[in-house]
């Protein structure tokens, strides 16, 4: 079971909009529509930001918003504020019946 | 207030064992699938198992198939992990979470905050 790839780190100024990706592979994400994405900040439980690949769960920012495209899932921060400094990981429903997560993206807010 | 809270996480030898809890409030536990999920030092979320709600499906990363166990007891609200044969590198903060819809995958829409697992001599 490999974990899905996202780049280490993403940054960017307040306001603006900057976009994480996750790459898979067609036993994951490229088959399946059961991608989410999580916020978490250090000594925190991590927080479901989407599922479902565009999903919004209740109460979560409509700053925040989910696409896919073939085997690579994006999630987009629009608005960047903050408090959106955290790490953010992917994760995705696997033809082993398995939840893989991604390697984690650290975004930082100039 | 919906919650999930862990308990159970201490230090242990390797090859120990170990029996995590997570007491669930304030949903109807039985109802939901759940998973646990851990982090070591310095690493990303893991995966580690997934029960539905009934326990009639239970799956297992293979970093830990047949040394982990997971269970659950709806009528105590709570669900379990058995660690046993432990080594170093179980060493993380062990999350549980429940499942948002009836599927492995589908999200974790509530987690708890945590129990540590030390896996030391």
């Known amino acids: 079971q490999s974990a899905l790839t996202q780049p280490a780190s993403v940054s960017g100024s307040p306001g603006q909009s900057i976009t994480v990706s996750c790459t898979g592979t067609?036993?994951?994400?490229?088959?399946?529509?059961?991608v989410s994405w999580y916020q978490h900040h250090p000594d925190k439980a991590p927080k479901l930001l989407i599922y479902e690949v565009n999903n919004r769960p209740s109460g979560v920012s409509n700053r925040f918003s989910g696409s896919k495209s073939g085997n690579t899932a994006s999630l987009t921060i629009s608005g960047l504020q903050a408090d959106d400094e955290a790490d953010y990981y992917c994760?995705?429903?696997?033809?082993?019946?398995?939840?893989?997560f991604g390697t984690g993206t650290k975004v930082t807010v100039l | 207030e919906v919650q999930l809270v862990e308990s159970g996480g201490g230090l242990v030898q390797p090859g120990g064992s170990l029996r995590l809890s997570c007491a669930a409030s304030g949903f109807t536990f039985s109802r939901y699938s759940m998973n646990w999920v851990r982090q070591a030092p310095g690493k990303g979320l893991e995966w580690i198992s997934y029960t539905s709600s009934s326990s009639t499906a239970t799956y297992y990363a293979d970093s830990v198939k047949g040394r982990l166990t997971i269970s659950r007891d709806n009528a105590k609200d709570s669900l379990y992990l058995q660690m046993n044969s432990l080594r170093a590198e179980d060493t993380a903060v062990y999350y549980c979470?429940?499942?948002?819809?009836?599927?492995?995958?589908?999200?974790?829409?509530?987690w708890g905050q945590g129990t540590t697992v030390t896996v030391s001599s």
């Open positions: 067609n036993s994951d994400i490229g088959i399946y529509k059961y």
């Open positions: 979470a429940r499942e948002g819809g009836d599927r492995a995958g589908y999200g974790m829409d509530v």
């Open positions: 994760s995705s429903y696997t033809s082993s019946h398995t939840v893989a």
